[in-house]
């Protein structure tokens, strides 16, 4: 990048957005970086690149397999650094060409925008739900979760320089900057966001549910319950080793919390990684269910991923 993040602790930004400004932002620093879209530019915000390196974008409208295949052709013998971007479910649709591009050992950045039920009104047909499911299980593919501004412009730049498929999923609602402008990230690093020495539970999230899980541990140190609360940032490969210390650090408890299907998410990844651990148990919060339109709130009180549903199950687990 030609400079650090310049977002302010405290502002809310959607994560999509931020997005949008880091890839206009690594295309000032390498005129081998193109961006594709499909019909999403302005909801992927991929228009920001679009606006400011209008030669170097690609619209490929509502063909996900396509865009994902001029992707890769564009990244043959590392010609180009593409970043392909549409609604995180719509890549379901192109999964074979996903896989292709894995066996083909393809460099390709993908990008998929208002995952989960917490884009709102759009519907159920708009929420990405599955996606995390399908990047998982992409031979040596890197999955980005960022969770604000600051790790979403970091994961930009690291898919950048990542070989393989990378996957950086973003969110629709706009959540506040809890990361410094010059917090360092890693492929594999997991967060620490809030601990203290009497915390009791370990609770994982990433995105939407970090935010609620944040909100949750002011609720529970009201009634001196504390909380350690963990980023995963990226989801493949994933931190085992923070998330080891800490469960061991608040007497073997972990809750994880997603916007994403219970099958194939983060919290079966977490709890696969603790297999064989004496002493540690996961419970795991997630969408059960086909969801449907309503305000983000009500939508993540109904599939129990919000504040309440955590404060409920730390208390039941304490």
Not at 46 to 65: G, N, T, V
Not at 139 to 158: G, W
Not at 170 to 184: D, L
């Amino acid at each position: 990048m030609p400079s650090a993040p310049n977002f302010k602790m405290g502002d809310k930004i959607a994560t999509r957005k931020a997005y949008g400004l880091a890839l206009a932002k690594v295309g000032q620093c390498c005129d081998r970086v193109i961006a594709l879209d499909g019909d999403t530019k302005n909801s992927t915000f991929s228009e920001l690149f679009k606006k400011e390196h209008p030669d170097r974008f690609i619209e490929c409208y509502i063909a996900e397999q396509n865009m994902v295949s001029i992707a890769v052709g564009c990244t043959t013998r590392d010609r180009t650094v593409a970043f392909a971007s549409a609604f995180a479910t719509f890549f379901t649709r192109a999964f074979d060409h996903i896989r292709m591009a894995a066996i083909s050992e393809s460099n390709i950045n993908l990008c998929g925008s208002h995952c989960g039920v917490s884009i709102g009104e759009d519907g159920a047909s708009q929420m990405g739900l599955e996606d995390l499911t399908m990047f998982r299980v992409v031979p040596n593919a890197t999955v980005f979760y960022p969770s604000d501004a600051v790790s979403t412009e970091k994961a930009v730049e690291l898919a950048a320089n990542t070989k393989g498929i990378c996957f950086i999923r973003t969110s629709r609602p706009e959540n506040a900057v809890i990361y410094n402008n010059n917090e360092e990230f890693k492929i594999g690093h997991a967060k620490v966001v809030h601990q203290s020495k009497d915390d009791q539970v370990t609770v994982i999230g990433a995105g939407v549910t970090l935010h609620e899980a944040l909100a949750a541990a002011d609720q529970l140190k009201k009634e001196k319950i504390n909380i350690r609360i963990i980023d995963l940032f990226t989801i493949k490969p994933l931190d085992k080793q923070t998330i080891l210390e800490s469960a061991k650090a608040t007497k073997g408890r972990i809750i994880t919390v997603e916007d994403h299907y219970y099958e194939g998410g983060f919290g079966e990844a977490v709890a696969a990684a603790m297999v064989g651990e004496p002493g540690i148990t996961v419970k795991s919060l997630a969408v059960s269910g086909v969801p449907r339109s309503g305000k983000p709130a009500e939508l993540l009180k109904m599939f129990c991923i919000d504040k309440d549903a955590i404060v409920k199950a730390v208390k039941n687990i304490v």
